[in-house]
């Protein structure tokens, strides 16, 4: 009997090593510097969270972010609106399930659940909240599947199937400095009350093992002039960045991410009264890269000559189905006591899910918005409510997103439609790899045992009368033979019968 050789191709296989939420407390006291005014009233209090680096060693994992803390309140004496800003570094190291020869890809979302202030004294603050930090890392492995074999007798039942390869990842922090300048209409300016930054990606591409990638940086500042009222001002900053990712190349899916990390602002003295603003944003640039790969993958065998079978391997594998990128306008109303103004609207993400239900894609989650208004006789109050929102998505197949989903608040706005209420409009921004799910029991090997050879067949070729719902597979393993020889010998073009029909079914030498 010839020696039994295999082919073996590897598939990727994508594992989760952690996928999980981690709680972090926040706590702050904090008493005001001497050029503050003291503390008449608390107006509100935000925790917003970030993850600025993470690092895997081994099996674990390490994430390095901080808690930017906005207090604001309303001063004495005529104090106006005021802000008591501090930053509180953070790093959480979890463990991991197992370690990982290949780049693992990370995905981190921050959100603030509960956030609490109160003046412990005129001049001084207490905060306390809690953040969680969801985390997701995957990694892949090679698994070597059989695609072909010959010698000892043996048939392979192979199929071409599509699945995702080698995933690629690349992360890195990146620095935007920018000078901003205030519109001659604007007051000058005096102290930032509150800031919001996101990052729209409008053109990726992959040339030479980078990709490049280009968009807008949006900024959203609420400042407090020198007299008067706080005033709001936006910006849009185009960016450019180089990711060096080697073994990419153009058929590549990327899933480019750009979080705004961090921001300073530091006012540039000039003149009358400040006109122009020193920013620096810190972003956290991150992307991973895929492909799809078509290769014959064998799901049964067996061989005409002696007892033996196949190994299978159940893995879960996938396929790259589209990419995500969503804008969708997010609706609501919020009631308050009586408006005479609206200063600004204060948001930022809340929880969110993505699952599959019925053919689509659906992104739930919410959104916290905090509006800062003025009551007819000026004075300054704050109203908050949580915006639920639920996203369908048309996707191909039982779709669902490879990573967690990245949501960016690109724009807001609202309308007083009444004494005491306000419809609001947030423009929303979701991205992500699409991918379809495969439950797959590849071939992995194939055991002989020579020592137990098949009898003879009586005759040189036989007849046989199809049942409907047989395979031409089956048929030729049941009479151990060859699947193509069935084929060629009834000149047929594939191995799907169409119902009841006679087949000459041959015998084969190895």
Known sequence: MPELKLQKDPIWI??????????????????????????????????????QQTRIAGNRITLDGLCRITVLYQGEDGGGIQAVEQTLPFSRSLELRGESEEEPAVCCQCRCYHASGRAVSPRRLDVRGGVSIRVKVTAQKELPVVTAASGGGVQIHAAPVTLCGRQRFAAKPVTVTEELELPTAKPPFKALLDSRSAVRMEDCRIIANKVICRGELLCHLLYQPEEGEPESMDYALPISQILDLPGVDGDDEADVRCTAADLTIEAIPAGEGCRRLGAEWTLWLSCTARQNQQM?????????????GPERTP???????GRLDLQHTLKGQLTAEPIGRVL???????????RTEGGQLILSGSVEVTALCLDPEGNPFAADRTLPFSVPVEVEGEGELLELPHLQLLETGYTITGD?????????????????RLN????????????????????????????????LWEIARRFGTSMQAVMTENQLETEQLPGRQMLLIPQVED
């Open 14 to 51: 994508t594992e989760t090593l952690l996928d999980t939420a981690a709680e972090q407390p926040v706590e702050l006291d904090y008493s005001l510097p001497d050029y503050y005014p003291s503390i008449f009233r608390l107006l509100g209090t935000r925790i917003r969270p970030v993850i």
């Open 440 to 471: 797959l029991e590849p071939v992995t090997g194939i055991q002989l045992d020579e020592s137990q050879p098949l009898p003879p067949s009586p005759c040189a070729i036989r007849l046989y009368f199809t049942e409907p719902g047989e395979s």
């Open 296 to 308: 014959p993958l064998a799901d049964d065998a067996f061989s005409t000559r002696c007892a033996g």
């Open 344 to 354: 600004d609207l204060l948001c930022q993400p809340g929880e969110m899910t993505a």
């Open 315 to 321: 893995v879960a594998a996938a396929r790259l189905t």
């Open 420 to 436: 005491t209420t306000l419809e609001i409009r947030i423009q929303m921004q979701f991205s992500g790899s699409l991918c379809q």
